[in-house]
């Protein structure tokens, strides 16, 4: 099932994205979309609704340095263990939602995520145990002010910026995360090309590492770190996240006023 949101002639609301004669249309959902979702009755072409982040988590824990040629191209070592930060809720955004440059950074990159979204509470998952626990999967652009996050020296601030978590289309609810090309355009230009079996730590590591750590809630969202090939937007250009069998997740760039 593809899980959305939209803003619809009706107000906002949790939609399934289905495929019928004519083309998509979205499918109204009861209230949320955890659990066995229902539906009122009411749909909409996709065509004439505007699609908004799929979900609001709570929380975005991400993984940094999560492959090794990532890791490598930015000059560092693999880590051990996991490296866990935040993003504040308030970064995200959803498709065709500008990326605001703040006028506090000189170089603003993009990188390309695969996303994974939470569906229950839930403490000490085992990898084995962590599908269980996940709705589904969506695209993110983990953008980083990467002056700001050198400087720092911790991530907060260079991550932590309004606009700066891009999630969507939707989230896809049987999709294998095992081995799935990644793909980041600027302005039609590839500049990553990768897949999800190159991560150092899995999907299940992922969830088990930061469940030991912190309560998860449904919606919460974890972005699961970016392979080589980051670098600088500016103003005027347009960012593309593509992830097989989930879809693209696109985002034109602006400076703050």
């Given at each position: 099932?593809?899980l959305?949101?939209?803003?619809s002639p009706d107000?906002v609301?949790?939609v399934?994205?289905?495929?019928?004669?004519?083309?998509?249309?979205?499918?109204?959902?009861?209230?949320?979309?955890?659990?066995t979702p229902t539906f009122?009755g009411r749909?909409?072409?996709l065509?004439?609704?505007?699609?908004l982040?799929?979900?609001?988590?709570s929380k975005?824990?991400?993984?940094?340095?999560n492959?090794?040629?990532?890791?490598?191209?930015?000059?560092?070592?693999?880590p051990?263990?996991?490296?866990?930060?935040?993003?504040p809720?308030t970064?995200?955004?959803?498709p065709?939602v500008p990326?605001?440059r703040?006028p506090?950074?000189?170089?603003?990159?993009?990188?390309?995520e695969?996303?994974v979204?939470?569906?229950?509470?839930?403490?000490?998952?085992t990898a084995?145990k962590?599908?269980?626990?996940i709705l589904?999967?969506t695209v993110?652009?983990?953008?980083t002010?990467r002056d700001?996050?050198?400087a720092?020296?911790?991530?907060t601030?260079g991550k932590?910026?309004?606009t700066f978590?891009?999630?969507?289309?939707?989230?896809?609810?049987?999709f294998?995360?095992?081995?799935?090309e990644?793909?980041?355009?600027?302005?039609?230009?590839?500049?990553q090309?990768?897949?999800t079996?190159?991560?150092?730590?899995?999907?299940?590591?992922?969830v088990?590492w930061i469940?030991?750590v912190?309560t998860?809630?449904?919606?919460d969202?974890?972005?699961?770190?970016?392979p080589e090939?980051v670098?600088?937007m500016?103003?005027g250009?347009?960012?593309s996240?593509?992830?097989?069998?989930i879809?693209?997740?696109a985002?034109p760039?602006?400076?703050?006023?």
């Amino acid at each position: 099932m593809r899980l959305g949101r939209v803003a619809s002639p009706d107000g906002v609301a949790f939609v399934s994205i289905e495929d019928v004669d004519g083309g998509q249309r979205a499918r109204e959902i009861a209230e949320h979309p955890f659990g066995t979702p229902t539906f009122t009755g009411r749909s909409w072409a996709l065509a004439d609704v505007r699609l908004l982040a799929p979900i609001l988590a709570s929380k975005v824990i991400c993984i940094g340095k999560n492959y090794a040629a990532h890791v490598a191209e930015m000059g560092g070592e693999a880590p051990a263990d996991p490296v866990i930060f935040l993003k504040p809720n308030t970064s995200i955004v959803g498709p065709e939602v500008p990326i605001v440059r703040p006028p506090s950074s000189e170089r603003v990159d993009f990188e390309g995520e695969l996303a994974v979204v939470i569906g229950q509470p839930c403490k000490d998952v085992t990898a084995a145990k962590a599908k269980d626990v996940i709705l589904g999967y969506t695209v993110a652009n983990d953008v980083t002010a990467r002056d700001q996050q050198k400087a720092d020296g911790q991530w907060t601030r260079g991550k932590g910026y309004d606009t700066f978590c891009p999630l969507g289309p939707w989230i896809e609810t049987e999709f294998d995360p095992t081995d799935a090309e990644l793909v980041t355009e600027l302005d039609g230009e590839v500049t990553q090309r990768s897949r999800t079996s190159m991560m150092l730590y899995d999907v299940g590591a992922i969830v088990e590492w930061i469940s030991r750590v912190m309560t998860l809630l449904p919606g919460d969202v974890i972005l699961t770190g970016t392979p080589e090939g980051v670098g600088p937007m500016t103003a005027g250009q347009r960012v593309s996240v593509t992830v097989e069998g989930i879809g693209t997740l696109a985002n034109p760039v602006v400076d703050k006023p």
